[in-house]
Each structure stands twice: as C-alpha cells, then as structure tokens.
C-alpha cells in the first residue's frame, strides 16, 4: 500500500486544522462566545452543525488516498512492489465492498433483476429472453422468495451495530455535557439517527443496492456518497480563495481611499460586468486546453482530475470576490471614520496595526456570514457548471455528474429515478443544512439582521 | 438628468475597455492561437503547415499587439487585438469558428430568448411579492416560521432538479404540454408555458424570503404603527404603506438584470430546446468556439452596465427625494 497525496487532500486538511486554530484562538473572546453560544442555543442550530460537521468527517475520510499493492506474480524476479492503478480512500475501505462491485447495467433499488432483458440460455442450450440475476445482490439468499424477510433482519441486524455505535459515541459526550444550557439532547439525536443510518447503508448496502445501479452499473449509492468529498471541498475551497482577495483589497479601499479605493473600484466593477457563468466558463476553457495539451504532467488519471478541479476552485474564487469585496470595503469606510480609529491615528498608531486591531476585528462577521452563504451557493453551483461541461472532470464523481448523466433517464419507459434520487437527498441535505446554519449566524453575527423572529 | 446619464455612459468606457482587455488576455495571450488551432483541428498529429493555414483562415496569424512590419497607424491596427478584441466597441463580432456570422446570429436568437426570460421574470417577481406578503401578514407566528423554512427548503433545491421534475410531472406524467423545442408562430406559448412555469417555481424560495425581509424591515417602522392606529386595514396598510417603501430595496436588484433578460437563460434553453441566445452561449462553451463566447461576454458586459444604469434612473422615480447629480 502506497499513499497517493493530492493536492486537494493537503488543502482540506490545512483548511481544517487552520479554522480549528481560529476557533481556538477566539475560545477566550467573550463576544464571540456570546454570539455562538446564541447560534447553538437553538435546536435547528445543533442540529444542522452535526449533519454539516457529518458530511466534512465523510469528507476527510475520502481525502486520505492509497494505492493498493499487487500480489507479487510467480516469477516475479525482484522484491519490488508493484502498485495498482486504482486509487481508493479511507472511505472506500469503511463501505466496503459497495466499492468495486459492478453489475451490467441498470438494476432498481433492492432488486435481484437486471432491469434490461437480455438473452441467455438455459441448461439444454436453448435461449430465451429473461432479465438476468444480478451478480452481486442478494448472493446470499437461499431462494428469491426470502428477499423480504432477509431485508428486514438485516436492517434490524444493522441498526443494532448502530445503535451499539451510538453508545459508544453519544454516551461520553452526554457525560461531557448533561450539565448544559444549550440543547444538546437534539445533537445526541441527530448523531444517532446518523450512526444508525451509516451502519444500515453498510450493512444492507454491501448485500444489495440500496439505490440500484447506474447505466455503466455502478452502486447509486456509493457514487453519491462519494459526490460529498466535490461538494465539500468545491464549498470551502473556492470560498477560501476569495476570501483573502477580498478582504485585502476592501480593506485597502476602504482605510486608504483616494486612488486605491479608485482602483478597487474599478477592479470590481469590471469584475462583474461580466456575466458570471461565461467568465467561469471561459476561464475553465482556457485551463482545459492547457491541461489536455500538456497530459504528461500527472502520473495517474485521478492527478489529473484533481488538477483540473483545483483550477475550478481557483477560478470561482477569483471571479467572484466583487460582492464581499464591495461589503468590506463600504464596512471599513464605516468604521475608519469613528472615533477610537481617528484617536489611534493620533497616537501615531500605525497602518498595519490599525488595520488588524481595529479593522479586522470589526469586519469578521461579514466575513464569517459569506463563508457560510457562499458555500452553499458553490455546491449548487457544482451541478450547473459540470451540466453546462466546464465544472469536474467526469473521472471524478460528483453530484453534478451524476445529475448530467442522468438527467434523460426519467423520460425513459418505465421512467429510471433512482440515479437522481441519490444525488438529490444527498445535495438536498449538505446544502439545507448550510442554509439554515448560515440564517443563525447571520442572526447571532449581523448586527442589521432582521431574519430572526424579532419583529 | 441628460448630463448624469451622458456622465456615467463616459463612466461606462473604461470599464469596458477593461472586460475587452480582460477577454482577450484570457482568449490569446493565456490560450494563443496556436493552441486554438490545434483543439479546433483535433489536438494530435497536427503539422506545423496546417496551423498556420488555420490561423491565415481565421485571421490569427498577425502579432498580438503591435505589428512591426507594417508602417504607420498600420502597425496599431493590423493587429489581433485591435481586429479581434477592439472592432467589438463598433458591435462588429465577425465570424463564429465554424464561419457563421455572429451579428445576424444574435439578433436572430435575441427574441426567443426574450419570450422566455420577460415572462418569467415579470411574473415571477409578481408571485413572489405576493408570496412574501402573505407571510408578512401572518408574521411573528407559527405560520411565518413554517414558511420561511419551506423557502429555504425550496432555496436548498439545485434548479436543475426543479427543471427535470417539471418535465416530469407536467409533461411525461400529466402530458399537459410538449416537454421541449420551440415554434415561432402562435403556437409558441404552447412551448413556453412550461419553462416559465418552472422558472417562477424555482425562483419562489429565494425570491419571497428576501422580499420577506424587506418587508418585515419596513413594517417595523412608525409610519405603519400610524396607519394602523388610524384605523387602516391590514392589506390597505401592506399594499398601501409597506409596498412602496420597500420599492427601493426591491428595484436595487431588480432592475439591474433587466437589460440582461436578452442574454436568456443557459439552463433553462438548453433543456426545453429553445433556440435563444442562452443555448447558443452553451453551444458555443461545448464546442470551445471562443469567437461566440468573446463576443456573448462583451455583450454581456454592455447590458449589465445599462442595468446599472436604469437602476439608478428608476431610483429617481420610484422616490422623489433621490436627485442624480
């Protein structure tokens, strides 16, 4: 086994490590505190942290890649070890075998059929027209007929390993925190529900498929699983890359007005003149080209999957700074004009200290709120740019790929619409969450807020 | 007024010329000409002639910026920047790759577009205004909560979703009407209803809770509590009262983006098979025909900037207090 690091995985672990840093660093700040303690007093809050906190672990566990050793072949001269080509991850060793099976086609959800007849031929050598057994569902049963029965006792057998975990899990942290204020009981639900569900989806999953199979054959439900790794990282990575950009040049505007101020101006207005989807669409072209002229760059195909969606991440970040550009800059030319910052001129205070004493303290709600916001908006973008053909490569799996692929499959005749279900629930929960944590904040965070009940 | 909008149309220039600037580093200097030849040509096995024949073709083979060879003004103009990226201020967008000309194209494809793009805008914003409302009226209950976490359910659902379902359930479930392609005669709304219908649908989430927000702001203020110690009712006070103060706030995003309604819509073409200007642009991204995306950016670029600029018109009318100057 040989581990296979791509520059994505660097980036989110370092992205993980850095805002856990910050958290820690503002733990002491009483503010701060007060605002989250504000975010996580409400049951929704709690709730929505542990679904996101669950999709980021999922996440990181499929960042962490390898490449399988070969068995040494008789003969094999030296002690070389040869590697396969096949990249795989932490995760995929955790759903098992749900990972390499394949069937021929296309199957429904929890079938034993192939949902094409194809022809085959019976022990006398005469063929017929039949839809053939699948290769890897329900292997195990003695008979077709006792599918039901075998399906319930399973998924029984599965929630207990769940409800085991969850024990295991959810028990020292009630431990930690039966003293509390804040509603953790809907925290320890939710985690549970979630254990449970992994440990069903494993359990059933590897005996059949859970969401039936694609036109190429693969599990539904792995291929969206695997879809949460492109959601995630596109989310955090892009926004992390807008994020520097934006907040230098608003703060540069707004603190030194005059002709930075000018320029920023400019700068962003040109920014978003253009409509956005061509400057992306553009932008990702021109990459495209230069990678395809250039393929001896990357060893494996995946590399160069992962190039090319890191370039994506760049590109949507850099295009889209003018809107929190424009916040920053109007909030600093705020708060430069108030009193403690003009006394601190005075004093002889000097630019760079004004800025991170004065400045930067005031504007981290903002930047906090964007966070938050845009990441949802970025994993709704996902779908739309792979549809249009310039969002992630097809070798890597997301939820726009498989929604593009798919999206013909419902005017079939009888209609195929497991392939979209999966990538639906599975996008529809990452982002509502988002959405939803990303109100509280903005309610605890902004000042001007009038989201909240108050009115 | 007139000096103002001559004022800010000077303003506009120089932003143009930066998205021009901008374009057309990304489409010769990052991808130059030779690169493009060789994707159009098919990327292996291409000989060093047959670039060159393709660029002398297609006019890429003079230098980028400043021609040495030639004298004069020449040097400036004989250049692929001033032929390529400069002739778009004069809207002359020459030919596609595929030598089809891009003008005629444009205004052909413009009208389709706008079938689409006006109706579902005009009515969308209607629906949503009173969608939003209608919670207001119910606010601080139980109701408005349910409601704003049903928008931000319907928010949470990618449009693509929101497109195949109603092709679904209208058109393959119901068979109400045709699931795409589009007909120029009368019988186009036929082909409309749909993709309308769809993109009204999809716009309610986010739409009606941030008109929602608008809304509750000005409802906290003391003119409202003055109309309802007046005695006023509650929808005289909402659309009497609370609608036109919140205009403003409403028009800052709404008018920008109708100049922009021309450009169509790239999603909601391609899938229902109307031939506008958003399926072209998706054409043209698909076979990576960089003559129609350059110009669809520029034009772009244009209508945006009138928007900014009718937005800021319509200021003056929607409240008399605003004076440009």
Request: glycine letters at 8%; hydrophobic letters at 50%; charged letters at 15%.
């Given at each position: 086994?040989?581990?296979?690091?791509?520059?994505?995985d660097?980036?989110?672990?370092?992205?993980?490590?850095?805002?856990?840093?910050?958290?820690?660093?503002?733990?002491?700040?009483?503010?701060?505190?007060?605002?989250?303690?504000?975010v996580?007093?409400?049951?929704?809050?709690m709730?929505?942290?542990?679904?996101?906190?669950?999709?980021?672990?999922?996440?990181?566990?499929?960042?962490l890649?390898?490449?399988?050793?070969?068995?040494?072949?008789e003969?094999?001269?030296?002690?070389?070890?040869?590697?396969?080509?096949?990249?795989?991850s932490?995760?995929d060793?955790?759903?098992?075998?749900?990972?390499?099976?394949?069937?021929?086609?296309?199957?429904?959800?929890?079938?034993?059929?192939?949902?094409?007849?194809?022809?085959?031929?019976?022990?006398?050598?005469v063929?017929?027209r039949?839809?053939?057994?699948?290769e890897?569902a329900?292997?195990?049963?003695?008979?077709?007929?006792?599918?039901?029965?075998?399906?319930?006792?399973?998924?029984?057998?599965?929630?207990?390993?769940?409800?085991?975990?969850?024990?295991l899990?959810?028990?020292?942290?009630?431990?930690?925190?039966?003293?509390?204020?804040?509603?953790?009981?809907?925290?320890?639900?939710?985690?549970?529900v979630?254990?449970?569900?992994?440990?069903?989806?494993?359990?059933?999953?590897?005996?059949?498929?859970i969401?039936g199979t694609?036109?190429?054959?693969?599990?539904v439900?792995?291929?969206s699983?695997?879809?949460?790794?492109?959601?995630?990282?596109?989310?955090?990575?892009a926004?992390?890359?807008?994020?520097?950009?934006?907040?230098?040049?608003?703060i540069?505007?707004?603190y030194?007005?005059?002709?930075?101020?000018d320029?920023?101006?400019?700068?962003?207005?040109?920014?978003?003149?253009?409509?956005?989807?061509?400057?992306i669409?553009?932008?990702?072209?021109?990459?495209?080209?230069?990678?395809?002229?250039?393929?001896?760059?990357?060893?494996?195909?995946?590399?160069?999957?992962?190039?090319?969606?890191?370039?994506?991440?760049?590109?949507l970040g850099?295009?889209?700074?003018?809107?929190?550009?424009?916040?920053?800059?109007?909030?600093?030319?705020?708060i430069?004009?108030?009193?403690?910052?003009?006394?601190?001129?005075?004093?002889?205070?000097?630019?760079?200290?004004?800025?991170?004493?004065?400045?930067?303290?005031?504007?981290?709600?903002?930047?906090?709120?964007?966070f938050?916001?845009?990441?949802s908006?970025?994993?709704?973008?996902?779908?739309?740019?792979?549809?249009?053909?310039?969002?992630?490569?097809?070798?890597?799996?997301?939820?726009?790929?498989?929604?593009?692929?798919?999206?013909?499959?419902?005017?079939?005749?009888?209609a195929?619409?497991?392939?979209?279900?999966?990538?639906?629930c599975?996008?529809?929960?990452?982002?509502?969450?988002?959405?939803?944590?990303?109100?509280?904040?903005?309610?605890?965070?902004?000042?001007?807020s009038?989201?909240?009940?108050?009115? | 007024?007139?000096?103002?909008?001559?004022?800010?149309?000077?303003?506009?220039?120089?932003?143009?010329?930066?998205?021009?600037?901008?374009?057309?580093?990304?489409?010769?200097?990052?991808?130059?000409?030779?690169?493009?030849?060789?994707?159009?040509?098919?990327?292996?096995?291409?000989?060093?002639?047959?670039?060159?024949?393709?660029?002398?073709?297609?006019?890429?083979?003079k230098?980028?910026?400043?021609?040495?060879?030639?004298?004069?003004?020449?040097?400036?103009?004989d250049?692929?920047?001033?032929?390529?990226?400069?002739?778009?201020?004069?809207?002359d967008?020459?030919?596609?790759?595929?030598?089809?000309?891009?003008?005629?194209?444009?205004?052909?494809?413009?009208?389709?577009?706008?079938?689409?793009?006006?109706?579902?805008?005009?009515?969308?914003?209607?629906?949503n205004?009173?969608?939003?409302?209608?919670?207001v009226?119910?606010?601080?209950?139980?109701?408005?909560?349910?409601?704003?976490?049903?928008?931000?359910?319907?928010m949470?659902?990618?449009?693509?979703?929101?497109?195949?379902?109603?092709?679904?359930?209208?058109?393959k479930?119901?068979?109400?009407?045709?699931?795409?392609?589009?007909?120029?005669?009368?019988?186009?709304?036929?082909?409309?209803?749909?993709?309308?219908?769809?993109?009204?649908v999809?716009?309610?989430?986010?739409?009606?809770?941030?008109?929602?927000?608008?809304?509750?702001?000005?409802?906290?203020?003391?003119y409202?509590r003055?109309?309802?110690a007046?005695?006023?009712?509650?929808m005289?006070?909402?659309?009497?009262?609370?609608?036109?103060?919140?205009?403003?706030?409403?028009?800052?995003?709404?008018?920008?983006?109708?100049p922009?309604?021309?450009?169509?819509?790239?999603?909601m073409?391609?899938?229902?098979?109307?031939?506008?200007?958003?399926s072209?642009?998706?054409?043209?991204i698909?076979?990576?025909?960089?003559?129609?995306?350059?110009?669809?950016?520029?034009?772009?670029?244009?209508?945006?900037?009138?928007?900014?600029?009718?937005?800021?018109?319509?200021?003056?009318?929607?409240?008399?207090?605003?004076?440009?100057?």
């Amino acid at each position: 086994m040989t581990t296979v690091i791509l520059w994505t995985d660097i980036l989110i672990y370092a992205l993980v490590v850095a805002i856990s840093f910050f958290f820690w660093n503002l733990r002491k700040d009483l503010i701060t505190r007060e605002r989250w303690s504000q975010v996580f007093s409400s049951r929704l809050g709690m709730v929505s942290f542990v679904v996101i906190a669950f999709y980021i672990l999922v996440a990181l566990l499929d960042s962490l890649h390898f490449r399988d050793s070969l068995e040494s072949v008789e003969g094999q001269a030296s002690d070389k070890v040869y590697y396969g080509n096949t990249v795989r991850s932490a995760l995929d060793t955790v759903l098992g075998d749900m990972s390499t099976v394949h069937e021929r086609t296309y199957s429904a959800p929890f079938a034993l059929n192939s949902f094409e007849k194809v022809n085959l031929r019976d022990d006398q050598g005469v063929s017929y027209r039949d839809f053939p057994a699948l290769e890897h569902a329900g292997v195990h049963l003695a008979s077709p007929e006792d599918k039901a029965g075998d399906i319930v006792i399973q998924s029984l057998i599965g929630l207990l390993i769940g409800l085991g975990f969850s024990v295991l899990l959810v028990g020292p942290q009630w431990w930690l925190t039966r003293h509390s204020d804040l509603p953790w009981q809907s925290a320890w639900i939710t985690q549970v529900v979630i254990i449970c569900i992994v440990a069903w989806m494993i359990r059933v999953g590897n005996l059949y498929h859970i969401l039936g199979t694609d036109l190429a054959g693969n599990d539904v439900l792995y291929k969206s699983i695997k879809g949460v790794r492109t959601g995630v990282l596109l989310g955090s990575l892009a926004t992390l890359i807008m994020l520097p950009i934006a907040v230098s040049l608003g703060i540069a505007a707004g603190y030194f007005k005059g002709w930075v101020d000018d320029l920023v101006q400019y700068l962003y207005t040109t920014l978003s003149s253009i409509p956005g989807v061509l400057l992306i669409a553009a932008s990702v072209l021109m990459f495209q080209v230069y990678i395809d002229l250039n393929p001896d760059m990357f060893e494996v195909g995946l590399e160069k999957a992962d190039a090319k969606f890191l370039a994506l991440c760049f590109i949507l970040g850099v295009t889209s700074w003018a809107t929190l550009c424009r916040l920053v800059r109007a909030e600093t030319l705020k708060i430069s004009q108030l009193d403690y910052v003009q006394a601190a001129h005075a004093f002889g205070v000097s630019h760079g200290r004004i800025i991170r004493r004065h400045i930067l303290p005031n504007i981290t709600h903002i930047i906090l709120i964007t966070f938050v916001l845009e990441f949802s908006a970025l994993v709704l973008a996902e779908a739309v740019l792979s549809y249009i053909g310039v969002g992630i490569d097809p070798a890597m799996a997301s939820w726009g790929n498989i929604i593009n692929s798919a999206r013909t499959e419902l005017s079939r005749d009888p209609a195929v619409w497991w392939t979209l279900t999966g990538a639906f629930c599975f996008m529809f929960m990452l982002v509502l969450s988002a959405n939803l944590f990303s109100d509280l904040v903005r309610d605890a965070f902004d000042p001007k807020s009038t989201t909240g009940d108050q009115a | 007024m007139l000096a103002y909008i001559i004022r800010r149309l000077i303003y506009a220039v120089p932003i143009l010329i930066g998205v021009n600037l901008l374009t057309f580093i990304l489409f010769f200097i990052v991808n130059t000409p030779d690169d493009m030849a060789r994707s159009q040509l098919g990327e292996k096995y291409v000989t060093a002639d047959a670039i060159e024949n393709w660029k002398k073709e297609n006019g890429y083979d003079k230098p980028l910026f400043l021609n040495s060879e030639q004298a004069g003004l020449y040097s400036v103009t004989d250049t692929i920047f001033f032929t390529k990226s400069l002739k778009l201020f004069v809207f002359d967008f020459g030919q596609s790759e595929s030598g089809r000309d891009i003008t005629t194209d444009v205004s052909r494809r413009m009208w389709p577009s706008l079938a689409l793009a006006l109706p579902s805008f005009v009515i969308g914003i209607g629906v949503n205004i009173c969608v939003a409302l209608m919670v207001v009226m119910f606010r601080a209950t139980p109701l408005d909560r349910a409601a704003v976490v049903l928008f931000v359910g319907l928010m949470s659902i990618s449009y693509l979703f929101y497109i195949i379902g109603g092709q679904y359930l209208i058109s393959k479930m119901w068979r109400l009407v045709p699931i795409s392609g589009f007909d120029a005669s009368s019988q186009a709304w036929k082909f409309l209803i749909l993709p309308i219908t769809v993109g009204v649908v999809a716009g309610i989430g986010a739409g009606a809770r941030w008109y929602r927000t608008l809304f509750l702001e000005e409802s906290g203020q003391d003119y409202v509590r003055t109309a309802r110690a007046k005695g006023l009712g509650e929808m005289t006070i909402l659309f009497r009262h609370i609608l036109p103060n919140a205009l403003i706030p409403i028009l800052t995003g709404v008018v920008v983006v109708i100049p922009s309604l021309f450009m169509g819509s790239l999603l909601m073409e391609s899938f229902f098979g109307i031939p506008g200007l958003g399926s072209y642009m998706l054409d043209a991204i698909r076979s990576q025909d960089f003559a129609i995306v350059r110009s669809m950016v520029f034009i772009g670029s244009i209508l945006y900037i009138f928007g900014l600029i009718l937005t800021d018109i319509s200021y003056t009318w929607a409240d008399p207090r605003v004076r440009l100057n």
